[in-house]
T-cell receptor, first 114, second 116 residues
């Protein structure tokens, strides 16, 4: 089983619908991140969390919200999806307090808003 | 704010040859870490190599090595003996460890194609 699991893997939704992308991890890391990947733009940070009570906005948080239900779970919500939120979304985790530790990524969720 | 710049959107190389991918970054911090990630068509993000800013020695992982120039804020990736399986998007990433932000910032990526 993957250490960082994202569900769903692919999703098509309609404009205006609310959608939630889920991420769970078995690595015991307390840092969790949500990124969005668009062609030519790389990965851009949406939100990140250091623990259940510490959630921070990234560079492109408008139109998104998150919930850290437990150390192992970090969900991303689009309250009212719009077509320009069509993208590949990644969840990632990192270990505590060691800046050199790499991020571990889920397999991504490809979201299409029509 | 920290930024990461990859100036080569696309590159190609012949199998068995060597290629270098460029990355520059901007930060006022002194302690930080740099990474290269590979994203093959499967879309999985895979760590290739990591460099700690306080270490002068360039990191090496098998056929992958970096040229880390701290003063120039440059962090290039060299792939030796390129293989078809190296075809992928490559992302340079930076994280600072001071001030508590711990944001992991990525460049826009370089699409590498290895030709037979």
């Amino acid at each position: 089983d993957a250490d960082v699991t994202q569900t769903p893997r692919n999703r098509i939704t309609k404009t205006g619908k609310r959608i939630m992308l889920e991420c769970s991890q078995t690595k015991g890391h307390d840092r969790m991140y949500w990124y969005r990947q668009d062609p030519g733009l790389g990965l851009r940070l949406i939100y990140y969390s250091f623990d259940v009570k510490d959630i921070n906005k990234g560079e492109i948080s408008d139109g998104y919200s998150v919930s850290r239900q437990a150390q192992a779970k970090f969900s991303l919500s689009l309250e009212s999806a719009i077509p320009n939120q069509t993208a590949l979304y990644f969840c990632a985790t990192r270990a505590t307090g060691q800046g050199g530790t790499e991020a571990f990524f889920g397999q991504g969720t490809r979201l299409t808003v029509v | 704010a920290q930024t990461v710049t990859q100036s080569q959107p696309e590159m190609s190389v012949q199998e068995a040859e060597t290629v270098t991918l460029s990355c520059t970054y901007d930060t006022s911090e002194n302690n930080y870490y740099l990474f290269w990630y590979k994203q093959p068509p499967s879309r999985q993000m895979i760590l290739v190599i990591r460099q700690e800013a306080y270490k002068q020695q360039n990191a090496t992982e098998n056929r992958f090595s970096v040229n880390f120039q701290k003063a120039a804020k440059s962090f290039s990736l060299k792939i030796s003996d390129s293989q078809l399986g190296d075809t992928a998007m490559y992302f340079c990433a930076f994280i600072d460890t001071q001030g508590g932000s711990e944001k992991l910032v990525f460049g826009k990526g370089t699409k590498l194609t290895v030709n037979p």
